[in-house]
């Protein structure tokens, strides 16, 4: 199995708090977050890890070419320019041609350790073409909200005001070749993921709750309570 980390966002909410870095760069307890994310990959036997990036596109290449332990497993995909979350996709889709795709934001943290969400990938159902981590927002207006029922997504709604309760879409996915041939025939324009291709197949996605805290740091204050939570556990 492959995965993409998608870490080129401009992260224009945090402001000076990035201080010249991209989101994923920023230090979250001992460590750059896209640190603790890659490594969370390896452990689980991921084989090749793609990384996208675009600001500051030096800071994370770098980064990568200077951890020896990550030699010869991460390959760093530099836009200049940006090509949205499912163009990216796309491109590694078309590029490597994966078997599998585990799929994820780089700016995530999370204490989830990814071995649920591989395991029941590995023992899916037939009607289930991948995989999705859930977890429990207090912020769900933020968030895409997942209305599940016996245990099978019935619709996702995008960062509405209305209250469609609180089980979060962590836009950590595994997708399996089927899924990963649809999003080859996305239109050009057809460039987000979460708008332009989820919707689309979220019925044929199985939700695997995460464990532990889910925390989007692109604002200051979520980036404050990652850190926070870094240092106490």
């Given amino acids: 199995m492959d995965a993409l980390i998608l870490a080129a966002g401009l992260g224009s909410r945090l402001g000076k708090y990035l201080e010249g870095n991209p989101k994923p760069m920023l230090r979250i307890g001992e460590k750059p977050l896209l640190e603790i994310n890659i490594d969370k990959l390896i452990n689980i036997g991921i ?24 030699k010869n497993k991460v390959q760093v995909i530099y836009e200049e320019k940006l090509l949205g979350t499912a163009g990216t996709v796309k491109h590694v889709v078309n590029s490597y041609n994966p078997k599998d795709l585990l799929v994820m934001h780089g700016d995530n943290y999370f204490q989830d350790n990814l071995v649920v ?11 289930f073409i991948g995989v999705v981590g859930t977890f429990i927002t207090s912020q769900p207006e933020n968030c895409g909200i997942l209305q599940i029922k016996d245990g099978l997504i019935e619709k996702i709604f995008e960062k509405s005001n209305e209250n469609y309760g609180n089980i979060a879409n962590s836009a950590t996915y595994i997708l399996d070749k089927t899924a990963l041939d649809k999003i080859k025939v996305l239109g050009e324009n ?20 995460f464990k532990g805290i889910f925390i989007d740091i692109g604002t200051p204050e979520n980036l404050a309570k990652a850190r926070s939570h870094a240092e106490t556990n």
Avoid: M
Wanted: no cysteine; glycine share 0%; net charge negative.
């Fill in 117 to 127: 969400l591989v395991n029941e990938y590995s023992k899916r159902e037939e009607k």
């Fill in 47 to 70: 084989h090749q890890i793609y990384i996208n990036v675009h600001f500051n596109p030096h800071v994370i290449t770098d980064f990568i070419s200077e951890t020896q332990k990550y």
């Fill in 190 to 209: 057809q460039n987000d993921l979460s708008i332009n291709f989820i919707p689309l197949i979220i019925q044929q996605l199985k939700p695997v709750p």
